[in-house]
């Protein structure tokens, strides 16, 4: 992959959370070719993925924890969450109308250099600055 990806939560909950916690799900195989393709994650994500994992899936923080490993190994450090990333969502929020839980994402990819942001969440193919948003489920019906 020649675009340096940033993972949105929602490829982590299917990767991960989803094979744990619940029904099987066909974006499960997807999220772990996508994750597979290597990228970063922000601390917003890591917050996300943990909310859902132990409210949502109902798994216990030993079993979160160890998923926060794995992705820790498969994306590295986490792009830190700053007064800096904060100024910057807001001014992505008021420009594009995302959620401020979205735009920190956006603004730590940029953080970051990255070219691609994939998720589910957001709108695909829109252009932000150097970011592509991609959503990986939609040749699969997501």
């Not at 926060?68 to 498969?74: H, P, R």
């Not at 450090?77 to 995302?98: C, F, N, W």
Request: glycine share 10%; charged share 20%.
């Amino acid at each position: 992959m020649t675009a340096k990806a940033f993972f949105d939560t929602n490829i982590l909950v299917y990767a991960l959370a989803v094979r744990a916690g619940a029904d099987s799900d066909p974006r499960t195989e997807l999220a772990e070719k996508t994750l597979s393709l290597g990228g970063v994650v922000g601390v917003q994500v890591l917050n996300e993925f943990a909310d859902v994992a132990t409210r949502r899936f109902r798994l216990g923080w030993d079993l979160v924890e160890q998923y926060l490993s794995i992705i820790d190994a498969l994306c590295g450090r986490a792009i830190p969450l700053t007064a800096d990333t904060h100024a910057v969502a807001i001014e992505l929020s008021k420009q594009y109308g995302y959620r401020i839980y979205d735009s920190l994402i956006l603004a730590a990819a940029g953080q970051a250099g990255c070219t691609t942001v994939y998720s589910e969440d957001m709108q695909h193919g829109q252009t932000i600055g150097k970011l592509t948003i991609v959503n990986p489920f939609l040749a699969a019906g997501g």
